[in-house]
């Protein structure tokens, strides 16, 4: 009999929606996975917004709970701020925690896609501080009254540099809406990387989550006791269209068991 596949559960970035993502998840599917993208509530166009770092990160808790509680394996990959939402949503889902527990399923492992992996009380603006970057934020974000956001050059920010299909480029930034600034400022309250093996995937020329700031944080992950492993791709911050090839292969290639 065949092995059973883990279900990929795939938590979407700030300004993204899942259909942004429909040709990765579709790679992903022709591999033989089932993939479940939910949309966060920070995106959901209210304005004022009515969703934040918190309704998201219950929204996606309450998601995982329903497959692991349906004795599913579930490998969580996250985009950018969907790992701010998915390192406090998955605290306390994993595999080896649930089956001592006597509970069925689990989260056996996080892949972070040049993604937030901050520690408890810290905010994805902190690490933006780390670096010195703070005053860059409104030269990068056109920001509302009612709290909503969104890129002001998101060619340049997302995708950058050296990628050269246009009419592809133009579709996926077609896809992107605004998002609720406020979740940058909200600290996460649990840390799931902590008792569940991790994988980061680098984008060195990523100009959203700069390559230095990633490093710092699976520097801090490794010093606070976490298993991780690192892989680096040669793109901007979202390999998933830019370097959809090198993505799948490097998430195909790093799957837990």
């Not at 809406?177 to 984008?203: D, F, G, L």
């Not at 230095?212 to 892989?231: C, F, I, L, P, R």
Request: net charge negative; hydrophobic share 40%; proline share 5%.
């Amino acid at each position: 009999m065949a092995e059973t596949k883990p279900t990929l559960l795939f938590v979407h970035g700030a300004w993204h929606v899942p259909s942004t993502y429909t040709k990765f998840t579709n790679a992903l599917k022709a591999l033989g996975y089932e993939v479940h993208t939910p949309r966060l509530p920070s995106m959901n166009g209210s304005r004022p917004p009515n969703a934040d770092l918190y309704t998201d990160t219950d929204f996606i808790r309450s998601y995982a709970e329903s497959l692991v509680n349906a004795n599913r394996i579930v490998i969580a990959i996250m985009h950018s701020y969907g790992g701010h939402v998915g390192t406090g949503a998955f605290y306390g889902l994993g595999l080896r925690s649930r089956s001592e527990k006597g509970l069925p399923g689990g989260v056996s492992q996080l892949i972070y896609l040049a993604a937030f992996a901050q520690p408890e009380g810290l905010t994805a603006v902190d690490l933006v501080k780390q670096f010195d970057r703070e005053h860059l934020i409104p030269l990068a974000h056109d920001s509302a009254e009612d709290g909503t956001c969104v890129h002001r050059n998101p060619k340049l920010a997302l995708i950058g540099e050296g990628f050269d299909d246009g009419a592809e480029v133009e579709e996926y930034l077609a896809t992107l809406v605004r998002w609720n600034e406020t979740t940058m400022y909200q600290p996460v309250k649990q840390c799931a990387w902590k008792e569940i093996p991790v994988v980061y995937i680098h984008c060195t020329q990523d100009m959203t989550v700069p390559y230095d700031s990633q490093q710092s944080m699976v520097k801090v992950m490794e010093e606070q006791g976490a298993n991780v492993k690192t892989v680096i791709l040669e793109t901007g911050h979202c390999p998933n269209l830019t370097m959809l090839e090198g993505t799948i292969d490097a998430i195909k290639n790093n799957l837990a068991a």
